[in-house]
């Protein structure tokens, strides 16, 4: 390394001191042709009085004027570069033409004239400036750079070279010497941006001519045509469709806070009022009935968000998340399509318990379909829209799992009819697990065995496995104050209404009157006569302790199984995790480039009779049923169009859009 850089900084040195050297030789040089006694060479140049020193190049003058010093000097009145050894030689002269520059044959120097010539540059002494001397005139000439010296035969004794010359000259040289010279520095080339990520390779991103719009091309699967589990068309009967869509919109704040995960991003297309303006192109082109956001920055929300959904005709209810961050989930729904019944936030922060002390949020919605009033008397079962965003730390899947039975607690309570059963589901959003995980196989069968389950495993985002201390989760996972059992039902729906106070009659109270406890002296009670100084007798056959009613509280419906949690809504996940034309994964995300699917619609089903669930993406379970979904994408075509976010797609995650319809009833 030190060796690297003395060699940067001393032949750059080197050279300079070469070059200066070379001017001063060509000074001493011209000198001498001034102080020549031609004619030629006096018209030329400007006589200077002989000095001392000049005697012993007396004979080197003699003998070039000779040679060829008419020939040479015709020839300059003729073309000026024909001989290139005058002009090597003659400073004043290549001053006079500094735009020409031709090769000519250097063999007209013998080489004891060359020698010579050389000698002088090693003079220790300068050439001693005599009393009265006339100074040399100085003759205009351009700007002047200095530059590396060359090596070529073309200037072997020339280190300045007017500015000129370089425009037209291609140099070739060290490139330590190249940023060391004082000349016009060739401009910086501009690197092409590649992918910052670390053992991922290097992906050129696409130019911006490339149709984003083609590469990102996502399918419209229709499942309407198709028959159901009990071989039934979906268009047997009069049917309510709608639309749903769930989407990250990455908040803003976020975005910033993690600024290393977007390196890839042009700074232009991750600016908001650019991505604000795709996002809402979005739902346009999509147009769903019901809209469910999550990573929705409040301000942007209240200024941006809400009214420009209003405009499209929707109505919106948004929960900030907890704490003191500043985004939250958002659920919208068209009024001409449905009508609220009832909506609940869902807070996962409980103060005091440290498995739930992080501020994710969650918005349970229970809308009531509008028919058209054509149908006459038909009616529709109540919709329930579950929205959240689950903790994203993929060490603390324990957190995940508590948050996830909070949430489905919530729409257990929101969704449960007058007879017990469950109306029709849909939760969605950002649960930050993978497909097949502990997590997402516990919301798609309905029970999970996590007792002694490494917290890391829980959600599959990383592993960690490597590592020598694990969290592990211990039964129970929560406490029973937070008032949820194993089977993610609050405990208060297990229990029969009591009257909330209780009444005694008179004989109990009496029973009282000789307990034990009646009959002991109080401890600094003061004595008077006749009231206090006497000990009440307890009359035979009174029994000394009492019989107190028995109020214990009653055993839920749920008894609670030791490291097991369970829940009764029978969900099932819109999307199949795989692309069916090319058998890849499908993927809903892409941090640090890597490509994964953590964004689900899960909507309710029901089992059939042998208690196995059906393959066939069109379940049905009498009132909801899948139609069709939209294609998500592989990992391979989002680093073709250099990932997440991009000019086409505003968001690091893709959006989820499925087609459910409700069957309608009459009475």
């Known amino acids: 390394m030190i060796a690297s850089c003395l060699c940067y900084l001393l032949l750059p040195a080197a050279r300079l001191f070469r070059a200066i050297s070379d001017a001063c030789f060509t000074c001493r040089k011209n000198a001498l042709l001034a102080k020549s006694s031609s004619p030629q060479v006096e018209g030329d140049f400007a006589m200077a009085p002989r000095g001392p020193d000049q005697e012993e190049c007396e004979g080197l003058l003699q ?57 002088a540059e090693t003079l ?69 941006p590649i992918w910052p990520f670390e053992s991922l390779g290097q992906l050129q991103p696409p130019p911006m001519e490339i149709p984003y719009h083609e590469i990102l091309w996502r399918e419209w699967e229709d499942f309407s045509t198709q028959p159901d589990a009990q071989g039934l068309e979906a268009g047997d009967g009069p049917q309510f ?35 604000f303006a795709n996002l809402m192109q979005e739902f346009q082109h999509w147009d769903p009935d019901i809209l469910c956001l999550q990573e929705v920055q409040e301000d942007h929300y209240w200024e941006q968000l809400e009214p420009a959904l209003q405009m499209m005709g929707f109505t919106c209810f948004y929960k900030r998340r907890t704490g003191c961050k500043m985004d939250g989930c958002a659920v919208c729904y068209k009024p001409t ?17 440290e498995l739930l002390n992080r501020d994710n949020v969650g918005l349970v919605l229970l809308l009531q379909p509008l028919v058209p009033e054509g149908l006459g008397q038909v009616s529709v079962a109540p919709l329930c829209v579950a929205n959240t965003h689950v903790l994203y730390n993929p060490r603390r899947g324990d957190i995940k799992l508590a948050q996830m039975a909070i949430l489905l607690a919530e729409v257990d309570k929101v969704a449960r009819l007058s007879d017990g059963s469950h ?23 309905g029970e999970l065995h996590y007792n002694g389950m490494p917290a890391w495993k829980v959600s599959g985002q990383e592993d960690f496995s490597h590592q020598l201390y694990q969290r592990k989760l211990q039964a129970p996972l929560w406490p029973s104050s937070l008032g949820i059992n194993d089977c993610c039902q609050y405990v208060s729906s297990c229990h029969p209404k009591r009257s909330e106070r209780h009444k005694y009659g008179r004989d109990f109270l009496l029973r009282f009157r000789f307990c034990s406890i009646a009959c002991q002296r109080p401890v600094g009670l003061v004595l008077m006569e006749g009231v206090t100084d006497t000990k009440p007798e307890r009359p ?128």
């Open 63 to 119: 003998q070039w004027r000779k040679e060829g010093s008419s020939q040479v000097l015709s020839s300059v009145s003729e073309d000026p570069l024909a001989d290139k050894a005058l002009a090597q030689s003659s400073l004043a002269f290549l001053m006079d033409n500094p735009g020409e520059q031709d090769a000519a044959a250097e063999d007209k120097w013998s080489s004891r004239q060359l020698s010579d010539l050389r000698a």
């Open 241 to 275: 469709q709608f639309t749903l869509m769930s989407y990250n919109i990455l908040a803003q704040d976020l975005m910033q806070q993690s600024s290393e995960l977007y390196l890839h991003c042009h700074p232009d297309i991750l600016n908001w009022n650019y991505r």
């Open 423 to 445: 109306c029709p589901i849909i939760l969605c959003g950002d649960l930050n697990s993978v497909p097949n995980s502990p997590l997402y196989n516990f919301i798609r069968d």
């Open 540 to 667: 035979a056959g009174w029994s000394e302790s009492v019989v107190e009613e028995d109020i214990s509280e009653l055993e839920p419906v749920f008894p609670r199984t030791i490291g097991t949690v369970q829940h009764c809504l029978h969900l099932t996940s819109v999307y199949t995790h795989f692309l069916p034309q090319h058998g890849l994964p499908e993927v809903t995300t892409m941090p640090l480039g890597l490509g994964m699917t953590v964004d689900y619609i899960f909507f309710s089903d029901e089992s059939c009779e042998n208690g196995n669930r059906t393959d066939d993406r069109l379940v049905r379970d009498g009132t909801l049923k899948l139609l069709g979904r939209l294609s998500l994408l592989s990992e391979e075509i989002l680093w073709a169009a250099n990932g997440l976010p991009n000019p086409f797609c505003s968001s690091d995650h893709l959006c989820l859009l499925a087609s459910f319809s409700m069957e309608v009833t009459t009475p």
């Open 337 to 353: 399509r449905f009508r609220l019944l009832c909506a609940s936030p869902v807070e996962y922060f409980r103060p005091g318990l």
């Open 124 to 192: 220790e002494e300068p050439f001693p400036q005599v009393l009265g001397e006339a100074p040399v005139s100085e003759v205009e000439a351009p700007l002047w750079a200095a530059v590396p010296v060359q090596t070529g035969s073309q200037y072997a004794d020339c280190a300045v070279l007017p500015m000129g010359a370089l425009a037209t000259e291609q140099w070739e040289e060290d490139p330590a010497v190249v940023a060391w010279s004082i000349a016009t520095e060739p401009m910086p080339q501009p690197e092409t």
